[in-house]
Structure formats: structure tokens, C-alpha cells
């Protein structure tokens, strides 16, 4: 007889079958295997909120091939994934098979390797009950407000719609962020810039006014986004022919150093954020290729390898071991010059999770390049990042030598700044992204007080100040994290929740609320105020962990939740029971052919169509589509954005199939100056107007519409 492992994907099964050996049967459960029954509550709320758990539907076969093989086997390890979910997983297997709780069944692997799959069968330990409560809480919890509310929001606004407790809070987020860009009320300001020349020299560098000597230009105000008080072109005006007759010359001058530390090593959160922003990642894509590298990889000539360590944590601890390779690479790559004297220690957030490591690879010498040709892009770029981000943590500072400098116009002093590199450092590996561009500097010529400078330039700009930013989703993330929202493991299928549901559009990387959104969100901020409200729901998510800690029961977490709940629903059931909320984004201007109302944008289980309003009298339908603005280069109709089965967006003519144009791109009305053809919409940080004709290659930048 063997021995029998059920971990939760083939994938992983087969890596870990090949650290195990003949004796041992690996087989997955593919994930879940019992849940709470989509079709109905199955919470029996009065005795204790008990669960009422079902084999997931069409995965009866499955949950009796378990049995079978169990039956047969000499010895079961449940082997699931080493978090929550993964521990209830391993539960509710445990009551499938039968196996006794207190039976040290349960083994856990960090990082899918020899050594990661040596080290956890050696060390099996009872199911922690305290960390499949606190998934049930979690679940319960989800489920009653879901439950609940969802009901309530589709009588009141329209069919199909659904509220979640950490869905809602990220809603209104974006939702608030939006009030605010409304509310905004912009202030006109202006700067002074120049170019100046030291004598004798070619190359001019820039600086910019900065105060007069009596210091009443500067604003003094922190809260104020103005640097100068120069309100209006006038008093712009007045300063430049103030200016006019000035000499120039470098007044003080200050040499500075300043050192730029090596981000952390990834977690669930600034993995997401990071492949957002430079990859283009979003963050349900990031997870899936980080399950991939984590369960392991043919890696050509070793077989199914586990790349990375488990994807699903918020600590920055790093094993002694993985501590000692890294450095050992690095002076044998780099030299002493780029190793720091010690080994560089993080310390994670106050709430992390201390049970795994940060994200790193699992064998240092397996760099990118290495396994590059074994890996399909995506995860090549997803590798690349997390092995350099990793080894970039135990470099040694990257060194700026700074300068500083006045340089005094008669009653005005302009100021200059630049850096230049003195030591590269981690930087020649790796460089965080930002959410927001940083101020760009540049190196200064050798500059001494009293030097004579020569004005190249010296022009007003105007400028305008600037609304908060919209959120991405790195920045929504990010937010989320710091308001203690939801767990680094939730945040990608929340944000996939909200934009699939049209709560949330895309607006190339930003996150934008519908009036769907809006909608919902002034119900649920009127009528349920606790839900969408932040320091509510992250004080739940503490409440949450206390029971993972064992501090609290998790049916009284759910009864103290529960009670002031079940009373603001009944109460906002009773005051809005003849309340019909109106969408106009529903309405449109087609007219039914039939009885001659308009029609209206209706939601069935397919998705979206258009309908007349006079059902069940008059059952007139047509098909729901959205028109791109532009019409089809080859028949003249108007073009409709399409999507793939995966929902990557296309676009078609209306006229299909008579007409087969389709495209990746959006086609414009402008025709190319070259060749005559249409040209083409290309997105990204430049938006790009280009030439598909064979051969042409023309293309320019795309003017942004007011």
C-alpha cells in the first residue's frame, strides 16, 4: 500500500510526485471540495449560525475517487496550500475521508522544492481549528451580507446585482475619490523657469525662481499646493520685466550625499502593485502566473520545478538560508563593493501574517536567463521581477552625490538642484516603480559662489492646480492595504468583482465608478453605513484575526455582527418598500418598433440586452451593443466594440457577415497622409494614431479630445 498526498491542482500533484517517489500517491483535489451551496443562504442563523456545507456540485465523482483511494491507502497527508483557505480545504477533506482531527495528517510546503517538500513531510501537524474558523467566519460572514443585501439592491435599483463587505468599502473608495475630482476647484499659479550658462561654458542647466530676498514670494502655508504667490500672468509679467536689466550669479552652493535603500522583498500586495504598473499586470493575472511558478514549472533538464515561495503572505521575513545565497550571488556576480556588511532584516506591517516568508525564488542560482526558454513570457517577466526585486533587497545603497544652488537675480533668487550617481548600488539590477512620475533632476556643472551666469531663457508658464488622482488599481491596492481592508490574498478578486459587475470601468489604467456604482454606493452610504464605512470594516478584519488567534468565537464575532445588521435591513426594507431607484444610464434612444417605447438596457442571465419596456404586452428584444463612434473603413457601418471569450476587447463592423472588418484596434475617421489608408487608435502612456498598410509605418501621436 502507498501513501496517499491530496494537494488542491494537478500542477502541483505532479512537482511534488517527483520529490516523493514510488511510495507515495499524490493526487488534487482541484481545490474546494465542499462549500456552502450557491443557491441558497445555508447558515442556519438561529442555532449558531451553522454551516451548512455540500460536496460542490459536479464534484461528486471526484469526492468519491478520494475515497476509493483513500480507502486504500496505508497513510493520507493533506497537503493543501499554506494559508486559510488551504486549511479549510485540508478540513473538509478531513471530514470526506473521515480522518480524525487530532491525527497529525496536515503538511505544509513554503516553497514546492526538495528541500520545501523534505522538510514539511517530516513535520506533519494536527488541521489548525483555529485557522479553519477564521475562514469560516470569514465565509459565513461574506455570505450573510451577500445574502442579504443583494436581494435588497436588485428590488430597489434593478435585477442581478450584488453587495460584498469588502466589495462595497473598495466601491465607495473610487466612489468617494470621484466626489472629490468633482468637488475640486482649480488654482491658477505660475512659475518662472530658466536656462542658465556659466561663463565660458556651452551647456545651459535649469532652475527655477524660488523668492525674493525679503521672503514674501514663498508661501509658507504646508496645506497650500502653490510654491509661489504669483496668481496671474500680471504679476508674472511684472516680475519678469523686473528681471529684464539683472545680472546673474551663483550664490550658495550646497554638496550634499544622499543614500537610496533597496526595496523590500515582495508580498502578496507590492507584487500586485509593481506588475501593475510596469508590466501592465492586473492583479488576478499577477496571482494566476504566481500560482504557476509557485506549483512548479518544466524547467528543461530538472523536470517540474517550484520557482518562487508561496504568493500568499504579507511578511518580509527571509530565511538564513535564502539570506546567505543571496549574498553568496551577489559577490560572486557583483564583487564586495555591492554587498552590505550585514544581511539586510525587513520588518512587516504590525497585522501581517508571520506563518511564510516573503515572495523570493526558491533557488537563487536559477536566475532569468536561465530558465527563460522553459518559461512562457508572462511568467519570464513575472520571474524576472520577483528574482531581481529579491536579490536587489541585499545590495548595498545606491550613493547620489547632490548639489544645490542659488543663484540671486537683483531681488529674486532662483534655485537649481541635480544629483549625479556616485555608486550605482542595487539600482544596477533594480528600480521600484512609482505610482506618480518623480521630479526629474539632472547633474549640475561645477558651480562656486560668485560665478557669473548667463540667462539662455527666462519664461512665465502657467499652471493649474491639480485634482487628486484617479486610483489604478497598484493605488487602490495599496489604499486598501493601508486602511487594513481585506487580506493581500482577496484584493485581485475583489477588484475583479467590481469591474465585471460595472461597478468600476477602465479608463486605461484607472479605475472609474459607473453610475451603477455611484448609485449603490449613495444607498448603501444612506441606509447602510457601517458596511461601506472603512474603519468599520477594517476593524472587522481585526475582530477576524483575533479568531485565527484563538481570542474569540467565531459565532460570537457573527452574532455581535449580525444583530445590529438584521435591524438596519428590516428598518430600510419597511422605509423604501414602494422605492424604485431610476438608472439613466438604462435608458437609450431606440425606439420599439413595435408598441413605440423606448427602450431600455435590461440584464438577464447572459448578460446585458435591450428590451422594451411594455413587457409582458409587448416582448420586443434586441441585442445589447456598444458603438466605438466611428464608422467601419470597409462598408461605411458603424463599428461596435466586441470581446473575446477571455474579454480582451475588440472591434467589428454592425454589419456582420456581410461585412467581416474586425480589429484589435479602434479605426479613426483621419485616413494616412502616406498611403491614404485608415489609420489606427493604439492606447498606452502615448496614445499613438498609426498606419496598418503593409510596408507604410506611419504613425503620430494621438491628440487627447477635450
Not at 412 to 426: H, L, N, P, Q, T
Request: glycine content about 6%.
Amino acid at each position: 500500500m502507498s501513501k496517499l498526498v491530496i494537494v488542491e491542482s494537478p500542477a502541483k500533484a505532479k512537482t511534488i510526485k517527483k520529490y516523493l517517489g514510488s511510495g507515495y500517491e499524490v493526487v488534487a483535489s482541484m481545490g474546494h471540495i465542499r462549500d456552502l451551496p450557491e443557491k441558497r443562504l445555508s447558515v442556519d442563523i438561529r442555532h449558531g449560525f451553522k454551516p451548512k456545507y455540500d460536496i460542490i456540485k459536479g464534484k461528486e465523482e471526484l469526492a468519491e475517487e478520494l475515497k476509493k483511494r483513500a480507502a486504500k491507502s496505508e497513510e493520507i497527508f493533506l497537503a493543501t496550500d499554506p494559508d486559510r483557505e488551504g486549511e479549510a480545504i485540508s478540513w473538509h477533506l478531513a471530514y470526506l475521508l473521515d480522518l480524525p482531527l487530532d491525527e497529525k495528517n496536515r503538511v505544509t510546503f513554503n516553497e514546492i522544492t526538495q528541500t520545501g517538500v523534505t522538510n514539511g513531510m517530516a513535520n506533519p501537524r494536527c488541521i489548525d481549528i483555529d485557522l479553519v474558523n477564521a475562514q469560516q467566519a470569514r465565509r459565513i460572514l461574506d455570505r450573510l451580507v451577500g445574502y442579504k443585501l443583494s436581494p435588497f439592491l436588485a428590488q430597489k435599483i434593478r435585477k442581478g446585482l450584488s453587495a460584498g463587505r469588502v466589495q462595497s468599502v473598495a466601491v465607495r473608495i473610487i466612489v468617494d475619490r470621484e466626489e472629490q475630482i468633482r468637488a475640486f476647484k482649480p488654482e491658477e499659479y505660475w512659475t518662472i523657469d530658466a536656462k542658465f550658462i556659466p561663463k565660458g561654458e556651452r551647456k545651459a542647466f535649469p532652475a527655477s525662481l524660488y523668492d525674493n530676498i525679503e521672503g514674501t514670494l514663498r508661501i509658507k502655508d504646508k496645506n497650500s499646493s502653490i510654491k509661489l504667490d504669483i496668481r496671474n500672468e500680471e504679476k508674472a509679467n511684472q516680475i519678469l520685466a523686473e528681471l529684464e536689466n539683472e545680472s546673474f550669479k551663483v550664490g550658495k552652493v550646497k554638496n550634499g550625499r544622499r543614500t537610496r535603500k533597496p526595496a523590500p522583498p515582495f508580498i502578496t500586495s507590492t507584487l500586485q502593485q509593481e506588475c501593475s504598473r510596469k508590466l501592465g499586470f492586473q492583479s488576478k493575472r499577477t496571482m494566476r502566473i504566481a500560482q504557476e511558478l509557485y506549483e512548479g514549472v518544466e524547467i528543461e533538464g530538472m523536470g517540474a520545478v517550484g520557482l518562487i515561495t508561496y504568493m500568499r503572505t504579507d511578511s518580509l521575513r527571509l530565511s538564513d538560508d535564502a539570506l546567505n545565497g543571496a549574498r553568496d550571488y551577489i559577490q560572486q556576480r557583483w564583487g564586495d563593493k555591492y554587498l552590505p556588511s550585514e544581511p539586510r532584516k525587513y520588518k512587516s506591517r504590525s497585522n501581517a501574517q508571520d506563518g511564510h516568508e516573503a515572495i523570493r525564488p526558491t533557488t537563487i542560482e536559477l536566475s532569468p536567463d536561465k530558465v527563460k526558454d522553459s518559461l512562457t513570457p508572462e511568467q519570464y517577466k513575472l520571474y524576472k521581477i520577483i528574482w531581481e526585486r529579491f536579490i536587489a533587497c541585499q545590495m548595498s545603497d545606491c550613493i547620489h552625490k547632490t548639489t544645490s544652488a542659488e543663484i540671486l537675480a537683483g531681488n529674486y533668487i532662483f534655485k537649481a538642484s541635480g544629483y549625479r550617481v556616485d555608486f550605482d548600488g542595487f539600482t544596477v539590477l533594480y528600480v521600484e516603480s512609482k505610482d506618480t512620475d518623480e521630479e526629474s533632476e539632472q547633474e549640475l556643472p561645477p558651480l562656486k559662489e560668485g560665478m557669473e551666469l548667463r540667462a539662455k531663457t527666462i519664461s512665465p508658464n502657467q499652471h493649474f492646480t491639480q485634482p487628486p488622482a484617479r486610483y489604478t488599481e497598484a493605488s487602490l491596492i495599496k489604499a486598501l492595504e493601508e486602511y487594513g481592508i481585506g487580506r493581500p490574498s482577496t484584493y485581485a478578486a475583489t477588484i475583479s468583482t467590481i469591474t465585471s459587475r460595472e461597478y468600476v470601468k477602465r479608463e486605461s489604467k484607472t479605475l472609474i465608478p459607473t453610475e451603477l456604482g455611484e448609485v449603490i454606493t449613495k444607498l448603501m452610504k444612506e441606509r447602510f453605513p457601517k458596511i461601506v464605512n472603512v474603519k468599520f470594516t477594517a476593524q472587522m478584519e481585526s475582530d477576524l484575526d483575533t479568531v485565527e488567534e484563538g481570542k474569540c468565537k467565531w459565532q460570537d464575532l457573527l452574532a455581535d455582527f449580525y444583530g445590529d445588521f438584521d435591524k438596519t435591513l428590516k428598518k430600510a426594507k419597511e422605509e423604501m418598500k414602494d422605492v424604485k431607484i431610476e438608472l439613466e444610464q438604462d435608458k437609450t434612444d431606440i425606439t420599439c418598433e413595435l408598441c413605440g417605447r423606448q427602450m431600455v438596457v435590461k440584464f438577464g442571465r447572459y448578460g446585458k440586452f435591450i428590451a422594451c419596456p411594455g413587457w409582458p404586452e409587448c416582448k420586443n428584444i434586441k441585442k445589447f451593443v456598444v458603438k466605438a463612434g466611428v464608422h467601419c473603413p470597409k462598408c461605411g457601418g458603424d463599428v461596435i466594440v466586441k470581446k473575446t471569450k477571455r474579454g480582451r476587447v475588440f472591434y467589428g463592423c454592425e454589419n456582420y457577415p456581410e461585412c467581416d472588418f474586425v480589429s484589435w484596434y479602434m479605426p479613426s475617421e483621419e485616413k494616412c497622409p502616406n498611403c491614404g489608408a485608415v489609420l489606427y487608435k493604439k492606447a498606452g502612456k502615448k496614445p499613438t494614431l498609426f498606419c496598418q498598410a503593409e510596408g507604410c509605418g506611419f504613425s503620430k501621436p494621438l491628440e487627447e479630445e477635450n
